[in-house]
């Protein structure tokens, strides 16, 4: 369940992360919720991988995805563009993560 767990808290934060923007500074309401709302689910189902994933493998796997993630949200929703060097970097974050489940005997699988 710890990697089932950890989808949760990765969604849970894209979806906080991306409604950051439209809430306005917490100053308008329904996104502001989702933040908030967010974030607990985030948090909440990261504190439950915890059990079964080291805390260093769980966060790499949970900020390296996020970032990809919040990346491709900004892109489509956000109408943000991405250079040549961002999208390597984002590569790179992809890379690691694959390293530590397909490599590492630290990520407790």
């Given at each position: 369940?710890?990697?089932?767990?950890?989808?949760?808290?990765?969604?849970?934060?894209?979806?906080?992360?991306?409604?950051?923007?439209?809430?306005?500074?917490?100053?308008?309401?329904?996104?502001?919720?989702?933040?908030?709302?967010?974030?607990?689910?985030?948090?909440?189902?990261?504190?439950?991988v915890l059990k079964s994933i080291p805390i260093g493998i769980a966060y790499a796997i949970w900020s390296g995805l996020g970032v990809a993630m919040i990346s491709i949200v900004g892109v489509v929703l956000f109408k943000q563009k991405l250079d040549v060097a961002a999208v390597a970097g984002i590569a790179l974050i992809i890379t690691g993560v694959v390293v530590i489940n397909v490599f590492s005997n630290s990520s407790g699988h």
């Open positions: 369940m710890g990697y089932g767990y950890l989808a949760i808290a990765i969604v849970s934060e894209v979806i906080a992360t991306a409604a950051l923007k439209p809430s306005e500074g917490f100053t308008n309401l329904v996104p502001s919720i989702i933040v908030v709302v967010g974030y607990a689910v985030a948090f909440y189902f990261l504190s439950l």
